[in-house]
């Protein structure tokens, strides 16, 4: 079956601090992939994604590339701000008409000023 | 990206009763779109996949008798849940698929079962 790893949380850091976080994952298939982000009280945004191995995913500052030979999906962002606090999943979808997101746990990203 | 609306944003009603949650997607049209249960400080559960003009497609533990949903249109679908008890409080979240590759989320719900 399809999983998504996410490295233990919470992660707090400093402002423009540099930020990794990572995410495995195991699919069958060729597998799209996901970040998304969750602010308090909110629901989820696309913050950005990548459908084939070696493409990278931006915006915001925040990048991710498709790393088959590694499974990996790792989101990094060189300068964090406190607005940059929020719950972060990584998440994955096999494309096809009854395709469906597995998520990771999320992880709870804390910034002080 | 595509915008997803959620109605109401919070609501609290008394064990027993049923409430219902719309989930519209404002500026596409979703053949598609699912309904999550979020728990505090977890991920998102999905409950199942709402086909506008067909049957909804539960996960597996999901009672499709308490968790009723219809998916009239190609921009509504709404979640009813039934005879509401305190466990079922829990913040629960739509989206809408755009296309294969891609779901927007709503802004989700926070029910309250006294």
């Known amino acids: 079956g399809n999983s998504v790893t996410q490295m233990e949380g919470p992660v707090t850091l400093s402002e423009e601090a540099f930020l990794t976080i990572n995410c495995t994952y195991t699919?069958?298939?060729?597998?799209?992939l996901f970040w998304y982000v969750q602010y308090p009280g909110e629901g989820l945004q696309l913050l950005l994604k990548a459908t084939k191995a070696d493409d990278k995913g931006s915006n915001k500052g925040f990048e991710a590339t498709y790393r088959k030979e590694t499974t990996s999906f790792h989101l990094e962002k060189g300068s964090v701000q406190v607005s940059d606090s929020a719950v972060y999943f990584c998440a994955l979808s096999v494309p096809g008409a009854n395709s469906k997101l597995t998520f990771g746990k999320g992880i709870t990203l804390s910034v002080r000023p | 990206g595509a915008v997803v609306s959620q109605h109401p944003s919070r609501v609290i009603c008394k064990s027993g009763t049923s409430v219902k949650i719309e989930c519209r997607s404002l500026d596409f049209q979703a053949t598609t779109m699912f309904w999550y249960r979020q728990f505090p400080k977890q991920s998102l559960m999905l409950m199942a996949t709402s086909n506008e003009g067909s049957k909804a497609t539960y996960e597996q533990g999901v009672e499709k008798d308490k968790f009723l949903i219809n998916h009239a249109s190609l921009t509504l679908s709404t979640l009813t849940v039934t005879s509401a008890h305190p466990e079922d409080s829990s913040f629960y979240i739509c989206s809408a698929r755009a296309d294969l590759e891609t779901q927007y989320f709503g802004p989700g719900t926070r029910l309250l079962v006294l």
């Open positions: 699919a069958t298939g060729y597998p799209s």
